[in-house]
């Protein structure tokens, strides 16, 4: 069974050698997961999604063109008094804007061609006036209109509650987006010095099943002259099927790593040819500036525009309940001639004007139920308020638990790095000890399994620290690094 695991780990250290100059160094790879990582492109297109659509409420205060054109053709049954024919082109252009205060202005201009057939009548003996009556002339008409609500929607509170809503939802939307893109680059920066872990600890497992078969071999040739007991040779069997127990452990481990690995750069492939960097070399190249406090984290900033657009939902609810008054006021001039140039001026002249002046009165006779409705918005605003006063006490736990847990790790590191160097001397020394015949090669194998735990032991914490530290940037990332 020792000779299968030496056999498959020979190949995979050989065509790991094969791509040895293919070194994917952790930038890179991230660089990857940005171009190629659909769970990456996602969340980052969630991301600019979320943000465009949060204007669209703008278009509210945005002015709008009103364009038209109408021609008739009427053709009456004759009476002898009706207009046999009537043709009329009419076309008129208007702009109106909701402005943010309230009010909403409308600008427009219209004008009528209208072309008569008269009645036979006209033109009959004794009542011949078929010329001294137009049968052609135009009317044109420039409208000023003004609305203003004075009780309801009073400064445009109500339009501008319904816009911030929605923009506060779509807000929240793409700040959650952004923390989900944010833990999309963590993810794969644990993913790859996962699989940088489990390649380590395979050679040093592999190194360590090398030495329990020597030692094995060495034993069984004692025991077989009778130089030692069986039941050592049975401890040194028990070394290598330890020894070989740990390899298929990590060389499963190793291989769930790859999968994971290739899934955050869009791969389906299993195999990883590159040679990635040590989690030392990732440990003494990622520099991250902590501040002193954390400042609002992007989960933290979607809970705030999420109570926001409560906010903005219960006061828009909240004045249904009012009258709605609006006062009404317009201007239209008013030209009327039988070419087009001069009703134009004249409907300009301020001559002939159109004045009205008016006001529109709606009272909800079901009041109860608006203020039902509005209490339950008020409700949900409330319930938005206490999820956010929770989540600002979440993110400065997590905080401060983070700030603990590097404090410790530092610490676990400078006990495994001592460790490790203390194990290293031992081995070092005991292997002296054996060239002077003074110990024996199993205690020398125990002494290096014995380093090679303290060399694990310190890469795993090396990788929690990298870990942490990924996760500080994580925490740390802002709307403006998407």
Known sequence: MGKRFGLGIVLW????AAFAQQK?????????VKSQGA???????AVEGYEKQSHQQDLTYSPQMVASYNHLDDKEQPNGLSYPRTL???AGVSLT????FGPTLSVGYAFDNVNLTLPPIFNSPGFNVGNSFPSSYYQVAPVISLSVPLFKDFG????SAGVHQIQYQFESSASSAAYQNAQALYNAKVAYWNLALARTQIQIYQDTLDRSQQIWDWTKRRVARNLADPPDALQAEASVRLAELDLEQSTESERSARLQFNRYRGTRESDVPEQLESLDDSLSSLKVELPATLPDRLDLKATQKTADSQKAAYDQAAQNIYPDITLNASWRGNGLDPTFEPADQTAWSFNYPTWNIGAQFNLPLDVFTASRVAEGYKRTYESAVLSLKDKKLEVGQDWQDWRNRMADVDKRLAMTTEIEEIQKNKADQERKRLEFGRTTEFQLLSFENDYNAARLSRLAVIEEKLNLLAEAQWWLADEKDY
């Open 24 to 32: 994917l160094s952790l930038e890179d790879y991230l660089g990857q």
């Open 39 to 45: 769970d990456y492109q996602s969340s980052q297109a």
């Open 13 to 16: 250290l050989a065509a790991g």
């Open 156 to 159: 445009g509170a109500q339009t």
């Open 88 to 90: 009329s082109d009419t």
């Open 97 to 100: 804007d909701k402005l943010p």
